[in-house]
């Protein structure tokens, strides 16, 4: 047997804004916190929310019994809602306030390249085991292939990675244009060959 056989893929990880955040919306929005967490398997986070990365398996059940338990809808509203909130948490905690200043005197087009590249480098603490690629233009496009947040899904009847959308509109709204509208075009839930999000202003 070749040594290589052996050898087992690292496990792809994914911050821990993608739990912790979600639990802050459901609890706000007076959700089954306690009910989604059970179906994906993460009851243990209530006691203790993770501090650091966290296998990205466990995002993917979370939005999964997200789904599950709230219904389309309400999924996405909560998804989103934790999006936002994630948005807000790396404004506060990763983006240097200096680079923030920079970022909101510029004119749009050369701010969403210069936030893109800096988010491209930190890409896989969000995408996991996906590939974010990004485009700018008008409109500016983020690709994210085999995303995590809707992994295991093939029949959604829209875009449902709602999570990414809602990070994406705070940032672009706070940082590149308050007039930023941030939409999901493509999902892989729906049958594209990867996710896509445009943002205008």
């Known amino acids: 047997m070749d040594a290589a056989d052996d050898q087992v893929a690292p496990i792809a990880r994914i911050g821990p804004n993608a739990i912790i955040r979600v639990a802050e919306a459901l609890t706000d929005r007076q959700g089954p916190v306690q009910q989604v967490f059970a179906a994906a398997g993460l009851a243990h986070y209530l006691a203790a929310m993770p501090d650091a990365m966290v296998d990205e398996r466990e995002v993917v059940a979370l939005q999964a019994a997200l789904r599950a338990e709230l219904g389309h809808d309400e999924a996405k509203a909560v998804s989103f809602d934790a999006g936002l909130r994630t948005g807000d948490y790396l404004l506060a905690h990763r983006i240097p306030k200096g680079a923030q200043r920079v970022l909101r005197v510029l004119p749009p087009a050369p701010a969403s390249r210069i936030l893109l590249k800096a988010v491209g480098k930190h890409a896989w603490t969000f995408s996991g085991s996906g590939h974010f690629s990004f485009e700018t233009g008008r409109p500016v496009r983020v690709v994210i292939e085999h995303c995590p947040v809707c992994r295991g899904i093939a029949d959604a009847p829209e875009p449902v990675c709602d ?17 930023t509208e941030v939409r999901e075009v493509e999902c892989s839930a729906a049958g594209a060959p990867a996710c896509v999000f445009e943002m205008r202003w």
């Open 163 to 179: 999570f990414y959308t809602g990070t994406f509109q705070r940032l672009f709204s706070t940082l590149v244009s308050r007039r």
